[in-house]
């Protein structure tokens, strides 16, 4: 099941569950966009058509993951992943916790350089 979200600043998101994982995904957003976005606008394509256009058209990365560890207690545990080379998977960057509280804590940080700071002990 995916599900698409936009928050409060406008920045989509998309939400993939699959068995007991939910992985967020974010449009990645590459020193094209300014050089797109001001081709279209010559264009005369309004800002709601071209950001329908980058959605569905822009490449998304799994960037969060929510893990169900413990079904009775609804439990999850929280991953980003890791994009330096030497590591390249899920890193683990909270204790295990209440799905609200672990999305509020580090949905936020999506998009932000702060993403990349994360590390298990160091919010």
């Known amino acids: 099941m995916a599900i698409e979200y936009t928050n409060r600043h406008q920045q ?4 993939h569950q699959r068995k007991n994982t939910i992985t967020v995904f974010t449009i990645e957003e ?6 797109y976005k001001k081709f279209w606008r010559e264009m ?8 329908e256009r980058v ?20 439990i999850f545990t929280c991953r980003r992943y890791c994009f330096r080379g ?5 890193i683990e960057i909270d204790v295990p916790g209440k ?3 672990l999305a509020s804590k580090y949905v936020r ?3 932000r350089p702060s993403f990349y700071e994360l590390f298990m ?3």
């Open 12 to 15: 989509t998101y998309y939400l």
């Open 99 to 101: 799905l609200d509280a």
């Open 44 to 51: 005369g394509v309004s800002e709601s058509v071209y950001q």
């Open 86 to 90: 030497s590591i390249d998977r899920w």
């Open 30 to 35: 590459g020193s094209f966009q300014s050089d």
């Open 55 to 74: 959605e569905s058209c822009g490449h998304y990365t799994a960037m969060l993951r929510f893990v169900l560890t413990d079904p009775a207690k609804r």
């Open 121 to 123: 002990g160091l919010q």
């Open 109 to 111: 940080h999506l998009g």
